[in-house]
């Protein structure tokens, strides 16, 4: 049996990884290359990416990857969603704005003048968010659209940077809210409604399509030679997680879980009816035009903001042991609030805004760092639980699993009180889903693996085995 070798560019908005993928019809094993931190900064009090360090690291670690390992077939690259950097004559405009920087409210007004949050899910299935392209576009400053000729969401800047070539990649695309729900392609009356210039949007591209081949200077930057395709993936890090989910039956609820918990369930057509529109859910393109119904889930970002900012003293905070005694408390210790609130958005004191909910809403702050560790993953097994009855309501099947994957199946606490609060076991698991969907997208593009999702998703299942969690109460 033929195993070979393709390699991810896995970008979260906490950190980035490049990942080997050594892939067969049994075989999924994968090895992380080089793991980099992902900090925004502040450039004139407004927050924005770092794309141009992210992307020497993601060079750094081809190139290691190129050393270790012969014969690379292909290369991959996947990110969060919704951002995007404008470039013109080969260059970036600027740095990317961060999806959390809080300039959008006035593009959320503008849109909103033309087109409400009914009108918008009719044509194009999203949740609102404030943050989604369609709002980002309406805060900019004219003249920057005027000057842009390509607007690239994040990996189609990567794949830009090392093929040379301009592409849309369609998963990502359809979180942009530009893309039309019922066609997949782009929305042109929409931009001319709402000022956005379609000239400037690339051609879409579907996974597993190649992209192109490494420049002259990529390969030389990484030590691949040029023949090296670049695919394209479910580049939205959400398809690709989802992708490599192995959900086994159809109820069967998903959580990918890193900085955002995203739950729901796969659907073979979107979802528009009234009661998806009122619970706030979103239609997003998956691999093989599949769609994920879903919520965004506040995540761990709640719990990583909290302790970044108890380590400004320079005192590090041992994870492992903060969630060990936050699980030793009594469970009716602490309060559980509202994870979804949008003032736990932005970056800042969460504890504080963690005290205020509570106070506004008659319950007990909590008032120990283990008390808000606990509180936090409270609050999010909750909002998981109802998320996950939620969505297979919508689809109009009984929920029966949870299948969590990513950085949040390593939190016990968590996986455990998800289940209790669902009543339905959860399956733990793969933690890197995101970079095996990447890599198995490549790896079937490549011919190393065949068939469909299922197919793809049985694989992960038996070079993954999950860890089960079951309610206890
Ligand atoms: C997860 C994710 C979500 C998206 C959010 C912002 O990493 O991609 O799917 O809503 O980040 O882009």
Request: with cysteine; charged share 20%.
């Amino acid at each position: 049996m033929t195993v070979g070798t393709v390699a991810a560019i896995d970008l979260g908005a906490t950190s980035g990884r490049v990942m080997i993928g050594h892939v067969g019809p049994d075989t999924l094993v994968t090895e992380a290359v080089m793991r980099f931190g992902n900090n925004p900064r502040r450039i004139d009090g407004q927050l924005h990416w770092n794309t141009g360090l992210l992307y020497s690291k993601a060079i750094l670690g081809l190139r290691t990857a190129a050393q270790q390992h012969a014969g690379i077939q292909s290369i991959g690259v996947d990110s969060w969603a919704v951002d995007y950097g404008l470039v013109s004559r080969g260059s970036l405009l600027s740095e990317p704005f961060h999806y959390r920087d809080e300039r959008t409210a006035q593009g959320v007004e503008r849109v909103h003048q033309i087109l409400d949050h009914g009108a918008l899910f009719e044509r194009n299935g999203l949740q609102f968010l404030p943050f989604n392209t369609i709002y980002q576009l309406a805060s900019e400053a004219p003249r920057r659209l005027e000057a842009a000729e390509h607007l690239l969401l994040i990996p189609d800047l990567f794949n830009f940077w090392l093929t040379g070539e301009v592409f849309a990649e369609r998963t990502n695309a359809s979180t942009t809210g530009l893309l039309d729900i019922r066609t997949g392609e782009w929305d042109l009356d929409l931009m001319a409604s709402v000022g956005v210039p379609s000239a400037m949007l690339p051609s879409l591209v579907d996974p597993g399509m190649v992209v192109g081949t490494l420049t002259a200077t990529a390969a030389h930057a990484t030590g691949l030679s040029t023949t090296v395709p670049v695919t394209a993936v479910g580049s939205h890090d959400t398809a690709s997680a989802v992708a490599a989910v192995p959900l086994t039956s159809d109820g069967a609820a998903f959580v990918s879980c890193g900085t955002w918990g995203l739950v729901g369930v796969e659907v073979g057509a979107p979802v528009l009816t009234p009661a998806a529109l009122q619970a706030n859910f979103t239609n997003e393109g998956g691999v093989d035009g599949r769609v994920r119904l879903l919520r965004n889930v506040m995540g761990l970002w709640v719990l990583t903001e909290a302790i970044r900012g108890w380590q400004t003293d320079g005192h590090l905070v041992d994870l492992e042991q903060l969630l060990r005694n936050a699980a030793a408390l009594p469970e009716r210790a602490v309060s559980h609030f509202d994870i979804d609130d949008a003032r736990f958005l932005p970056p800042g004191d969460m504890p504080s805004r963690i005290d205020a909910w509570c106070l506004e809403h008659g319950v007990r702050p909590p008032s120990t760092r283990d008390e808000y560790a606990r509180s936090i993953v409270e609050s999010l097994a909750q909002a998981f639980a109802a998320t996950a009855h939620e969505a297979a309501a919508l689809k109009g099947t009984p929920l029966t699993t949870i299948n969590l994957v990513g950085g949040g199946a390593l939190n016990e606490l968590l996986c455990q009180r998800t289940a209790d609060r669902a009543g339905v076991p959860v399956d733990a698991g793969p933690v890197e889903a995101t970079a095996l969907g990447n890599l198995l997208i490549q790896a079937r593009s490549v011919g190393l693996v065949h068939g469909s999702l299922e197919a793809l998703r049985d694989l992960v299942l038996r070079t993954h085995s999950p860890r089960r969690y079951t309610p206890h109460i």
